[in-house]
């Protein structure tokens, strides 16, 4: 009878045990820039953040690193560009304040 209740405590401490580090795969790290994607109810896949994936029938295609990069690449540079033309705009305002300051100033400082 204690042989019984002795085997059956040690097999409810290992069944614990194993669904503790079945919990800690799921909960791993996942690296900064990177997105863990989950297939199906066991397996997980590791992408860049922001890939693009699609799912035709049972499949998943996942972009190609060279897509990727491509891609993320033309995003950067149309908000370069964007930013840049902002900046330049600011700019003009800028010095057109600065005109218009100096003139202000220019006429309350002559007397009347």
């Known amino acids: 009878m204690k042989k019984s209740i002795f085997y059956i405590l040690i097999l409810i401490l290992l069944f614990f045990r194993v669904a503790a580090i079945a919990e800690d795969d799921k909960n791993k790290d996942t690296p900064v820039g990177m997105e863990r994607i989950q297939v199906g109810d066991t397996h997980s896949i590791l992408v860049p953040q922001g890939a693009k994936i699609n799912k035709e029938g049972g499949v998943l295609i996942i972009e190609t ?7 993320r690449f033309y995003e ?31 006429t309350d400082s002559i007397p009347k």
């Not at 690193?65 to 891609?71: P, Q, S």
């Not at 560009?81 to 220019?106: D, H, N, P, R």
């Open 76 to 106: 950067i540079e149309e908000r370069i560009f964007k930013l840049e033309s902002t900046q330049e705009g600011l700019s003009k305002e800028v010095q057109e304040l600065k005109e218009s300051l100096i003139k202000k100033i220019a």
């Open 65 to 71: 690193i060279g897509r990727y990069a491509a891609r």
